[in-house]
């Protein structure tokens, strides 16, 4: 297993959420990711040949079924469910389920799972204390009106009583003491709606800071990886050093597992990118991480190229698709990389989410390798499918996961002895870019 293969693996099981691949009977045939523990308290691969409607309480059957038709029919289905955990306690999810498409026919499903347990309850939590601080206030309006209402009977009944007006007074500041009381609890609710939001941020902080650290320590290790081929080269003093250094970063890659368990999750944070300018900024980053025997090249149209995407997760798409294009050339040659924009084809939008947006943003990266076969093409995103020696062929289930997930799909070109072409494939925004893109 190379060290880039063995990357690709930590960062499918490190993520906080739980990847699965079923067949078109609903099967699952891969599941991996640190969600997957809640499902069983046994090992999560021991769920496969498991169908996934069954990992589901008797009341939900119903309508997982419903979403496995949906999805089969070539529909993305986003849904909210309960289910138990491993340990017995409810547990909420946020599951997408979408179809992989090969041949000009459905192949197989794959399943996203995201535990928001903490972030229903807290919904459910402000929204108890709105309603019971709501009836509080109606009472205490009613009580008020009713103290009013008495006063003003008892001053036309007893004007000459200062007894009774004296009760009637009192009355009603217990009415004002009650109002106050309310008023004091609902800054309390307040305050802590506000502290529990303060906690949320704080965790998605540390998500993505994880994240942006696990990439940068790719690059790390990318490099070191390259001086761990030539090692017989290096004097025994400089051999050792090495051995420090990718100790160090295997230290570091389960210091950012354990950051992304703290945080839970890193949630998909869309939003308007040009990718024309993201783009050029990845170049800049992936030349050094290629190597230096490997030369990138841009082709950019000129005009803005908006996408609603998760920029983050394109970029660690981009690097996964460059590193294949890198093992395809053996190392040496140049990748690339086009950005630009088309109308909607009914290939492109078959895979895609929105089959009525008639204009698509695209990014190809094209190498010089030697192409695939047809039966390695129509494979390349199953998890777990590799055509390299110890490789863990999650890089590309990557890819998919995260284009499908901005709504877009993928296409593949081929060539034997010529190459290949990989291309992105996403909504065009119609909305505004920030500025910087």
């Given amino acids: 297993m190379t060290s880039e293969d063995g990357l690709y693996r930590q960062f499918v099981e490190a993520s906080a959420d739980c990847m699965k691949e079923l067949d078109r009977h609903g099967v699952i045939r891969f599941i991996a990711g640190m969600g997957?523990?809640?499902?069983?308290?046994?090992?999560?691969?021991r769920l496969i040949g498991t169908r996934w409607v069954d990992l589901w309480p008797p009341e939900a059957h119903a309508m997982v079924t419903r979403v496995l038709d949906r999805a089969l029919s070539g529909e993305r289905v986003d849904f909210v469910a309960p289910r138990p955990s491993?340990?017995?306690?409810?547990?909420?999810?946020?599951?997408?389920?979408?179809?992989?498409?090969?041949?000009?026919?459905?192949?197989?499903?794959?399943?996203?799972?995201?535990?928001?347990?903490?972030?229903?309850?807290l919904q459910a939590a402000i929204e108890s204390i709105n309603e019971l601080l709501q009836e509080r206030l109606n009472e205490?309006?009613?009580?008020?009106?009713?103290?009013?209402?008495?006063?003003?009977?008892?001053?036309?009944?007893?004007e000459s009583e200062h007894g009774a007006r004296r009760d009637a007074e009192n009355r009603l500041a217990g009415v004002s003491e009650q109002l106050a009381m309310a008023t004091h609890a609902r800054d309390l609710a307040e305050a802590s709606a506000r502290q529990a939001q303060k906690q949320q941020a704080v965790g998605q902080l540390v998500s993505g800071i994880a994240h942006d650290f696990?990439?940068?320590?790719?690059?790390?290790?990318?490099?070191?990886?390259?001086?761990?081929?030539?090692?017989?080269?290096?004097l025994p003093r400089h051999r050792r050093m090495l051995t420090y250094a990718m100790e160090g970063a295997r230290h570091a890659t389960a210091l950012t597992r354990r950051l992304l368990a703290f945080a839970r999750n890193h949630p998909y944070q869309a939003e308007p990118v040009d990718i024309g300018v993201l783009v050029?900024?990845?170049?800049?980053?992936?030349?050094?991480?290629?190597?230096?025997?490997?030369?990138?090249?841009?082709?950019?149209?000129?005009?803005?190229l908006p996408a609603l995407l998760d920029r983050q997760?394109?970029?660690?798409?981009?690097?996964?698709v460059c590193l294949n294009a890198r093992d395809a050339m053996e190392g040496f040659g140049t990748v690339v990389i086009e950005v630009g924009e088309r109308r909607g084809d009914p290939v492109s939008a078959s895979a895609m989410r929105d089959s009525e947006t008639p204009r698509q943003v695209f990014i190809t990266v094209a190498d010089t390798g030697g192409g695939m076969s047809e039966e390695v093409r129509h494979r390349l995103f199953e998890p777990y499918f590799t055509t390299k020696p110890g490789g863990s062929?999650?890089?590309?289930?990557?890819?998919?996961?995260?284009?499908?997930?901005?709504?877009?799909?993928?296409?593949?070109?081929?060539?034997?002895?010529?190459?290949?072409?990989?291309?992105?494939?996403?909504?065009?925004?119609?909305g505004p870019l920030e500025s910087g893109g």
């Fill in 214 to 234: 696990n990439n940068m320590l790719q690059t790390v290790i990318v490099s070191l990886s390259g001086l761990e081929d030539d090692a017989a080269d290096l």
């Fill in 313 to 320: 997760g394109l970029e660690q798409a981009l690097m996964n």
């Fill in 86 to 121: 491993a340990t017995g306690a409810s547990r909420w999810w946020e599951v997408m389920v979408a179809g992989v498409v090969a041949d000009d026919r459905l192949d197989h499903l794959v399943v996203i799972s995201r535990d928001v347990t903490e972030r229903v309850e």
């Fill in 36 to 45: 997957s523990s809640a499902l069983t308290s046994e090992e999560p691969e």
């Fill in 393 to 430: 062929g999650l890089g590309l289930a990557q890819v998919y996961g995260t284009v499908a997930q901005a709504g877009g799909g993928v296409e593949i070109e081929s060539d034997a002895g010529i190459g290949t072409r990989i291309r992105l494939v996403f909504p065009h925004y119609a």
């Fill in 140 to 158: 205490t309006v009613a009580r008020s009106a009713t103290a009013s209402s008495r006063y003003g009977s008892l001053l036309e009944r007893f």
């Fill in 280 to 304: 050029e900024g990845f170049a800049d980053f992936a030349r050094h991480a290629l190597g230096g025997r490997v030369g990138i090249e841009v082709l950019r149209q000129p005009a803005p």
